[in-house]
């Protein structure tokens, strides 16, 4: 692994059809990665928090899958992937959590907002980044998220127009609060019944 390095925003790491070489681990700021559909039009395929690996779509085809893109300035820590496999071979823990690393992807993946509908979209989503913030120590009731809302729509499929609409809709119902890039959950069970998340049995 790498010593941590710092990227400015809008800074690449890796472009799609690129070859494969290296995972990256985020170690502060946020990344997004997109990619371009039949039209040359930007399709944005997840964000990466802190704690959070990119370039495991790589993996598979030997070339990147998406492009990874600093949404403020960001640093992050390079593992090249066939040291990984080298020191993995004598470290087999390293290859189980590997394979959980890989699967824990492929199950988050699954999870789609198709079926809902455009204010339970942006709920859930919140809801996510809320517990992936938490998952890595930080505040899920309070955060900075750089992300645009041209960004936040193109991810959920929505136009821009509807996605600020409904950000007033639910900071109205009293579940958020969003200003200047800080989101803030007011009350996060009306968030979750908003999102359709189900409580664990």
Known sequence: MTTSKVVDKNSQLFNDGEKFHSLYIVHSGMFKNS????????RILRFSLPGEIMGLDGIHAESYQSTAIALT????????????????EDFPIIQR????IMSKEI???????????????L????????????KRGYSEKEFYLPISQRDIAN???MAEETLSRIFKKLQKLGAVNYKKHILTVVNQQQL?????????E
């Not at 959590?97 to 959980?100: A, D, I, R, S």
């Not at 993946?109 to 079926?115: A, G």
């Open 35 to 42: 990619s371009l559909d039949e039209n040359g039009k930007e």
């Open 73 to 88: 300035t960001s640093s992050y820590c390079k593992i090249p992937f066939n040291q990984l496999l080298d020191v993995s």
């Open 97 to 100: 959590n590997l394979l959980k």
């Open 107 to 121: 199950y988050s993946n699954k999870k789609t907002y198709i079926d809902l509908g455009s204010t339970a979209k």
């Open 123 to 134: 709920a859930l989503f919140i809801f996510n980044i809320s517990q992936r913030f938490k």
């Open 155 to 157: 991810y959920l499929g």
């Open 192 to 200: 979750k019944e908003i999102a359709q998340v189900s409580s664990p």
